[in-house]
């Protein structure tokens, strides 16, 4: 199963694009496994903030194909301990040719991006910056990967 990060503005902060990198690279042994950028709305002062959704969410279905299975993180998703996470991943890597995460802007999700969607996660019931959150999943999606193989990172 092939897993795609789908983030919606390029990572500014140097200390978490690097933390995002090394990760990717340690879930590469265990998957394929990619990040895609959504590039920034331009002159968004004219825009509301649902307009911002709409364009940033037809970006997004850009880039997501039919067969995928569609995961929004979203502070209304579900909430996973790291080894029921990795239980999830695992079943999703039976049934899903690709896993689709998406991390949207600074407002949310379109409707249509919503709509096509097949499930929500939350990492937390606090809230973490945008540029947190893409570290913080990439981390999770490793700790996931050993778990499933059984290996000594996760401590529980």
Not at 97 to 120: C, H, M, N, Q
Not at 129 to 139: A, F, G
Request: one cysteine or more.
């Amino acid at each position: 199963m092939k897993t795609l990060l789908i983030l919606t503005g390029k990572t500014t902060d140097k200390n978490i694009a690097t933390g995002i990198a090394d990760y990717t690279g340690r879930i590469s042994h265990y998957m394929p496994f990619e990040t895609n950028v959504i590039p920034e709305l331009k002159n968004t002062k004219s825009l509301t903030h649902e307009q911002q959704k709409d364009k940033e969410g037809e970006l997004i279905l850009k880039h997501i194909q039919t067969a995928d299975f569609v995961v929004l993180l979203d502070e209304h998703g579900k909430e996973y301990r790291s080894v029921e996470f990795a239980s999830w991943l695992q079943q999703k890597q039976h049934v899903a040719k690709r896993l689709v995460f998406v991390i949207g802007g600074p407002y949310g999700f379109s409707d249509a991006v919503y709509k096509r969607a097949d499930e929500k996660v939350s990492l937390s019931k606090m809230t973490f910056s945008h540029q947190m959150v893409r570290l913080i999943i990439t981390e999770q999606i490793y700790r996931a990967c050993t778990i499933i193989k059984g290996e000594p990172y996760h401590h529980e």
